[in-house]
């Protein structure tokens, strides 16, 4: 029998039907020293983004001899050492379609949020505020949404920013991509110089650092709006800081951080950012969708 981890824990739909097929379940946290021992004793490691697989840890594993495969039940898989695990021999996957969607309504949720300050007036309100005039806001329709990345999730917001009435293009990595939206590729500088609200759909590399950096605010039109609900580090937060005193950034919406929880505190504090703790994933329909996903990879990876 199959003793699976879940880590950071799974649908329990998704649990239920393992264990009808006669893998062996636990959903616990473990960390530490204690994550050190129990990897030792399980096939798969099932992880979303609190847990990290680093190096020694899969060294450990790699000791004991019996994992076989780590599962990032999301898309990014930056919190694992994914080419160093698959050197040792133990699979590395994740569920890149499960979770698109989550991700772009909240994307598309906090772009209205900045546009009409509904994360600020909330606040304001409970403190017996009543700042009318000052809330003037702007329509989303006939803006210019710039993604960086073209991806699943890139494209669910292409969607849905599309049928708001926006203009939206993009670029990519890879340069222009096959899609049936109707979106224009750019160069990333000249992405930057067009677009009124610049949105990031990519991963992290430590290699090349973040890709929003204080050159790249320079460059953007004055006034525009960044949301980056991919990964933190993508976007320097010091340099976003700067960007938003100086008036280049107007507002800006932060799903992920450089650090997480993030103890920075002027991040969390300015009156021009429009907060959320990492919640791209999290709606019921998607964690259903990320079980089902997981389950069709450990059955194919252990079988």
């Not at 393992?18 to 099932?46: M, P, R, T």
């Not at 329709?141 to 926006?166: C, E, N, P, Q, Y």
């Not at 525009?224 to 008036?247: H, P």
């Amino acid at each position: 029998m199959y003793k699976i981890l879940a880590n950071d824990g799974m649908d329990q739909g998704a649990i239920e039907e393992l264990q009808q097929a006669g893998y062996e379940v636990e959903n616990h946290f473990y960390e530490g020293d204690a994550l050190v021992q129990k990897i030792k004793e399980i096939d798969c490691i099932v992880i979303r983004s609190a847990t990290k697989i680093r190096k020694p840890l899969i060294d450990e594993a790699v000791k004991a001899g019996k994992l076989k495969l780590i599962i990032r039940a999301g898309v990014g898989i930056d919190n694992i050492d994914h080419q160093y695990a698959k050197e040792q021999g133990i699979s590395v996957r994740n569920t890149p379609n499960s979770s698109s969607d989550a991700v772009a309504e909240l994307t598309i949720g906090h772009m209205f949020s900045l546009a009409r300050h509904l994360y600020i007036s909330n606040v304001t309100m409970r403190e017996g505020k009543w700042n009318k005039k000052q809330y003037e806001g702007i329509e989303l329709s006939g803006k210019t949404l710039g993604l960086i990345g073209f991806g699943r999730i890139a494209k669910s917001v292409a969607k849905k920013a599309m049928a708001l009435g926006m203009k939206v293009i993009y670029t990519d990595l890879f340069g222009p991509v096959k899609d049936d939206l109707g979106c224009k590729y750019y160069e990333k500088e000249e992405l930057l110089r067009l677009s009124d609200f610049i949105s990031l759909h990519i991963p992290y590399s430590k290699d090349l650092g973040p890709t929003i950096g204080e050159k790249e605010f320079n460059v953007m039109k004055k006034g525009m709006y960044l949301i980056n609900a991919a990964r933190g580090g993508v976007v320097d937060e010091e340099a976003l800081l700067v960007a938003l005193d100086n008036g280049i950034v107007k507002k800006a919406a932060l799903d992920v951080f450089m650090e997480e929880p993030t103890k920075n505190e002027r991040i969390y504090t300015h009156e021009s950012i429009s907060l959320s703790p990492h919640i791209g994933a999290s709606t019921i329909e998607a964690q259903e969708r990320i079980g089902l996903e997981t389950i069709e990879v450990i059955k194919e990876s252990l079988n």
